[in-house]
């Protein structure tokens, strides 16, 4: 593994809202600030920021975690990075001046996931130690749960001063009007299309061969076998694979309705019986009940699918294919009465951004994977037959429609207003945080230590 990579796993900064992952260049470069990486330094406190504390090797390693996630750190100063890292422990402090709660059990989860990672890649818990130059395991999981919880902290007050900002119709317009016409931003291409997608059927022999497998796994455990160790070894389930099928949920998470009714209906120490879901079928071991919350353990099959039912299901999304462009029936038409995603069946195939929440994709920032398959597509083209490997169902065929492609463009009010819209929303957003940090710059202790103090920053940490 890179070991750069991997610093920047424990290290990584706190993320920041609109422009947040870039540094904001100052005013003026510093003047007398010892240059990045010109020659050692001792180590120690160069500003303070109510109760916390910046070190002169938090630069070093915050310019370690850019590196190590790819980006350059040529046109960023020390200066600069001072300034981000006094915007980040302002935030923190501020959050705990207004009593945001910030679960440590969330924290913990958060830190497990990251060690689980650190010890695959490193091979065990003393090489993880020795690599970041601990004395012991306590100490690193210690220094490590700080780091989390400041992030949580800072990222929780972020979001209170954000989420009460709106834009309303004619703050939106005012925003566009205030820009000059020859400074109206370039728009890329952008896309709204619509998919049909056709699932191969599973039979009722491949299903049963899943839930006798599952069945024997319940009963090695309720022998002596370590559930955690099976969900390691055989679930399918990506995203809890590496921690052993846990999970905390609450009945507020996010989980499909028969997970959960399954889940709540369990005692502690039980395991369900084999039950079926979109993603395959699963078992759960509640291991406990805190409160309102469940943690629990799953092991996630599926049932796979035959040569024979994914060329029927081929064979039908085709003869779908040829009877819209037969116009036999519209694309839209097709879509809510025979594709097989539930999510854009209903609207006839329609896609939505995930990112703007409206049906507008814009052509330079698609999914890479979609890109490839439409990017050549004009208004009206229907793609030829894909084989789509969704990584949560499977196998499964698709064609897709460009229902209307907007060529690049200077923005327009009328056509584009949703994207303008983010943009006023951002800048009103921008505008809160700095009111918000101009006020707080004021009330709170800050001491910015040595030549640091000859630093010219964007906000006022030197209250001059």
């Not at 119709?169 to 005012?174: A, I, K, V, W, Y």
């Not at 389930?237 to 921690?243: Q, Y």
């Not at 039908?316 to 097709?334: G, N, P, V, Y």
Request: glycine share 4%.
């Amino acid at each position: 593994m890179n070991n750069k990579k991997l610093i920047g796993i424990f290290l990584f900064l706190i993320s920041f809202y609109a422009n947040s992952q870039e540094i904001i260049k100052e005013k003026e470069p510093e003047k007398k600030v010892v240059q990045q990486h010109k020659r050692q330094k001792i180590d120690g406190i160069i500003a303070t920021v109510g109760d916390y504390t910046v070190l002169d090797s938090d630069i070093d390693k915050a310019f370690l975690e850019i590196q190590s996630s790819g980006g350059s750190t040529k046109d960023i100063t020390r200066c600069q990075m001072l300034g981000k890292l006094l915007e980040d422990k302002l935030y923190a402090h501020q959050a705990i001046q207004d009593s945001i709660i910030v679960k440590d059990e969330e924290v913990k989860e958060k830190m497990n996931q990251q060690i689980d990672y650190m010890v695959e890649q490193l091979k065990s818990m003393d090489n993880v130690v020795k690599y970041f130059k601990k004395n012991n395991e306590d100490e690193f999981k210690t220094e490590l749960f700080e780091i989390l919880k400041q992030q949580k902290l800072a990222s929780e007050m972020q979001k209170k001063i954000i989420d009460p900002v709106q834009i309303t119709p004619e703050e939106t317009r005012s925003f566009f009007k205030k820009i000059p016409e020859n400074e109206r931003p370039l728009l890329g291409a952008q896309l709204e299309i619509a998919q049909i997608v056709i699932a191969p059927k599973v039979t009722a022999a491949e299903k049963q061969v899943v839930i006798d497998r599952l069945k024997q796994i319940k009963k090695e455990v309720q022998e002596g076998a370590s559930f955690t160790t099976k969900a390691v070894l055989y679930t399918e389930d990506p995203g809890s694979r590496a921690s052993g099928g846990f999970y905390k949920i609450n009945k507020k998470t996010p989980f499909v309705k028969e997970f959960k009714d399954v889940a709540f209906s369990l005692q502690e120490g039980e395991i369900s019986e084999p039950f079926e879901t979109e993603f395959g079928f699963h078992i759960i071991y509640l291991e406990k009940i805190k409160g309102q919350d469940l943690e629990l353990r799953h092991i996630l099959l599926t049932a796979k699918v035959t040569p024979d039912a994914l060329k029927e299901a081929k064979a039908k999304i085709e003869l779908i294919k040829k009877r819209i462009q037969d116009k036999e029936i519209t694309f839209a038409e097709a879509a809510r009465t025979m594709s097989d995603e539930k999510e854009t069946r209903t609207n006839g195939g329609t896609l939505i951004n995930p990112k703007s929440q409206d049906t507008h994709f814009e052509l330079t920032n698609m999914d890479p994977v979609i890109y490839g398959q439409v990017s050549n597509m004009k208004s009206g083209d229907i793609s030829p037959v894909i084989l789509d490997e969704d990584p949560k169902m499977g196998k499964r065929y698709k064609i897709i429609m460009v229902t209307n492609k907007i060529e690049e463009h200077i923005a327009d009010f009328s056509k584009d207003f949703i994207k303008i819209k983010e943009l006023a929303l951002k800048e009103k957003q921008i505008n809160a945080i700095a009111k918000w940090s101009e006020q707080k710059i004021k009330e709170t202790y800050i001491k910015i230590n040595g030549e640091y103090r000859d630093c010219v920053f964007t906000n006022n940490w030197l209250k001059k």
